[in-house]
């Protein structure tokens, strides 16, 4: 399996490493990073300067174009520890696959798979003590790419940085989700960048997404952009319902929606577990429908952070539906389960997800 040549990649040990001063029983998710950090230029077209180096601030030009047109884009991923102490990544070649379908949209050069891997495996080997061997503890992975020529005339950067940072993360707490149907602003909208992982994407999603907060609502179900009728995401997570015995979600087909590697992984589990798929446009009216006739019995996102985040209640213009009591929801229990033991080498991997080093 492991048959990636090394990249050629320059390594800068720090002194001394952070990690007994890092309290693992109070992590607060992307604040604290471990010691070392990845780093890549893009210059007269090709990658070079391959380097591992402690994890520390860089120099960047006041012009470095990301900081003006936001051409930005990033990953996100895990790794774990099984029971004999070795780390796997999940999927991560799809990560590879999505950071270049993020980039061609956004008009940037693609990494080569073989530079991705190796890079974040080299990181991960330096770092390998930062990788949590706790149950619900993980190494989150952050790859990203931004323009950083010096140049404010709007065209493609002919210059880039390719790094990678990580940081330990605890448990997901399971506070209650709920979330309130949007109909005024928007995530994505088709011919633009919803499928990409923009960094463009979070911005625009801040200000609604605050609104909702403050209504107490921990997310958005964003709908899509020209009538507000159809379901498209659930905050930074694909979503999903159970209407009967039915698991729908919206299709990626036009591009607005995230093809989340999660989303995938459940909907394949789901399948072989013989439940029906539909992936499909899926209109707020008949989830609204369902959950008032009691065929909604399960709503949950999908995505890396939390692998599968239940939803408590769901509104739409300020009727409260909520959703059956989460124990009792066998589907989501079930296959939020077998992922979590797929990533953590608890069963056996049959679909080849687990990359292991
Ligand atoms: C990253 C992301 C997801 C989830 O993708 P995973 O590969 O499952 O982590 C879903 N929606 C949006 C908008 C995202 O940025």
Not at 307 to 322: D, K, P, V, Y
């Amino acid at each position: 399996m492991n048959t990636i040549s090394k990249t050629k990649i320059q390594i800068e040990k720090i002194k001394e490493s952070k990690l007994p001063l890092v309290n693992f029983k109070n992590l607060q998710f992307g604040k604290i990073f471990s010691d070392h950090m990845f780093m890549a230029d893009y210059k007269n077209g090709e990658w070079q300067n391959l380097k591992i180096l402690p994890f520390a601030p860089i120099e960047l030009s006041p012009s470095c174009a990301a900081l003006h047109y936001g051409q930005a884009i990033f990953e996100g991923m895990k790794a774990y520890k099984n029971n004999k102490n070795e780390i796997m990544l999940f999927r991560p070649f799809a990560n590879a696959k999505r950071i270049n379908s993020s980039a061609k949209r956004l008009c940037m050069p693609e990494i080569p798979e073989e530079l991705f891997i190796d890079a974040i495996k080299q990181l991960v080997k330096i770092d390998a003590d930062w990788v949590p061997a706790l149950e619900g503890y993980s190494l989150y992975i952050r790859p990203f790419l931004f323009a950083s020529e010096e140049l404010l005339g709007v065209r493609p950067s002919e210059e880039y940085k390719f790094m990678i940072i990580t940081c330990p993360v605890g448990a997901y707490y399971n506070e209650e989700v709920h979330v309130k149907i949007e109909t005024e602003f928007s995530r994505a909208s088709e011919g633009g960048v919803g499928f990409a992982k923009a960094a463009g994407n979070y911005a625009t999603a801040l200000y609604p997404a605050k609104l909702g907060q403050d209504q107490g609502y921990k997310q958005l179900v964003w709908t899509d952009a020209k009538e507000h009728k159809y379901i498209e995401e659930s905050g930074t997570m694909n979503v999903m319902f159970q209407i009967g015995d039915t698991l729908v979600t919206p299709s990626t087909e036009l591009k607005t929606i995230l093809a989340g590697i999660t989303r995938d992984s459940v909907l394949t589990l789901a399948r072989e577990l013989g439940i029906k798929v539909e992936e499909r446009r899926v209109s707020v009216e008949e989830v609204i429908a369902a959950a008032r006739n009691g065929q909604l019995k399960d709503a949950f996102g999908t995505g890396t952070a939390a692998t599968l985040a239940q939803i408590s209640s769901i509104t739409f213009n300020n009727e409260r539906f909520t959703l059956p009591a989460i124990e009792t929801r066998k589907l989501s229990n079930e296959i939020g389960k077998l992922i979590q033991d797929i990533k953590r080498g608890r069963v056996a991997d049959t679909h080849d997800w687990v990359y292991q080093f």
